[in-house]
């Protein structure tokens, strides 16, 4: 199994900052690229920001400037520094990673629960 969990989420005003956090656990092969994507009510998932394992680095342009998606030390963890929070960042946030297991040949994205994140104006 493998499982991906998100924590760090919650209320904060406009202008302030959250850490989220990602760790991915079980029989996990590899793990490339890792993300974040968010989803506001009535709306479609949305990409915020990959990282590779080499460390190459891709945002929304909505999220440029403001958050930085880094890996962390321990393998297969991930985090989403946000800045300068906006009422429009508003969503529950989703750990992705594409992920291969141990004796298989196949790669699948591999999803958490999602964390809520409010910002109030």
């Known amino acids: 199994q493998v499982q991906l969990v998100e924590s760090g989420g919650g209320l904060v005003q406009a202008g302030g900052s959250l850490r989220l956090a990602c760790a991915a656990s079980g029989t996990i092969f590899s793990m490339n690229p890792m993300g974040w994507y968010r989803q506001a009510p009535g709306k479609q998932r949305e990409l915020v920001a990959t990282i590779t394992s080499g460390g190459t680095t891709n945002y929304a342009d909505s999220v440029k400037g403001r958050f930085t998606i880094s890996r962390g030390n321990a393998k297969y963890t991930v985090y989403l520094q946000m800045n300068g929070l906006k009422p429009e960042d508003t969503a529950v946030y989703y750990c992705?990673?594409?992920?291969?297991?141990?004796?298989?040949?196949?790669?699948?994205?591999?999803w958490g629960q999602g964390t809520p994140v409010t910002i109030s104006s």
């Open positions: 992705t990673g594409r992920g291969r297991r141990y004796y298989s040949d196949y790669e699948t994205d591999y």
